[in-house]
Every structure is written in C-alpha cells, then in structure tokens.
C-alpha cells in the first residue's frame, strides 16, 4: 500500500489550499479514506473522512463549512479543499486509507498558515 500526499505549502490566513493523495496497492475503489492532521503539541486529529463510493462524508466539528473531502475513483485519489485557512490549522497533513482490516498512512504534508 502506498499513499502520497502533495499539496501542502505556505498560505495566509483566510487562504485556500487543496491537498491531494494517490493511492495504490489495495482496492482504492472499496476503501474508506480519511484525512488526519498533526499539530505540535497534540496527537493525530481526524479532519474528515469519505465513504468508499464518495457519498458518505464526514467532518471533524471545527473544519466543517471550511473543509471538503472528495475521490475520483478513476484515477484511485483523495482529495481535501481547505478554504478559510487559520494560523491554528497549520500541521502536517497524512492521508490514510482503511484497507484489509487496518489502517494504512502516507508520509505526510505539511501546511502552514501564516502572515
């Protein structure tokens, strides 16, 4: 299983980012994916997460109204739009897929909110 992440980068505040994840190695089209965020200071937060046929989405209270979490099964991706970015957003974003009965990550990408 491989997830790659890219992305991320330096915005300002109030700005937008959209982050995005190709998978392979599994059943893309049959896997729950999910965004998680690290923060410094605090453990791995989940931010939003998405039903393998793209219907079912789900969102971490903060980043509801702010955050989408998308797929385009065609080409085994994930994707999440950021809009209203604050300085409290910035950490490291990990893309992970649900697969065989555990849950695999990608290495990360880092965003950054500041002015």
């Known amino acids: 299983v491989q997830l790659v992440e890219s992305g991320g980068g330096l915005v300002q505040p109030g700005g937008s980012l959209r982050l995005s994840c190709l998978a392979s190695?599994?059943?893309?089209?049959?896997?729950?994916m999910s965004w998680f965020r690290h923060i410094p200071g605090k453990e791995h937060e989940l931010v939003a997460t998405?039903?393998?046929?793209?219907?079912?989405?789900t969102y971490a209270d903060s980043m509801e109204g702010r955050f989408t979490i998308s797929r385009d099964n065609a080409k085994n991706t994930v994707y999440l739009e950021m809009n209203g970015l604050k300085p409290e957003d910035t950490g490291v974003y990990f893309c992970?897929?649900?697969?065989?009965?555990?849950?695999?990550w990608g290495q990360g990408t880092q965003v950054t909110v500041s002015s």
């Open positions: 992970t897929a649900y697969a065989g009965m555990r849950r695999y």
């Open positions: 190695g599994f059943t893309f089209s049959s896997s729950t």
């Open positions: 998405i039903g393998s046929a793209g219907i079912s989405t």
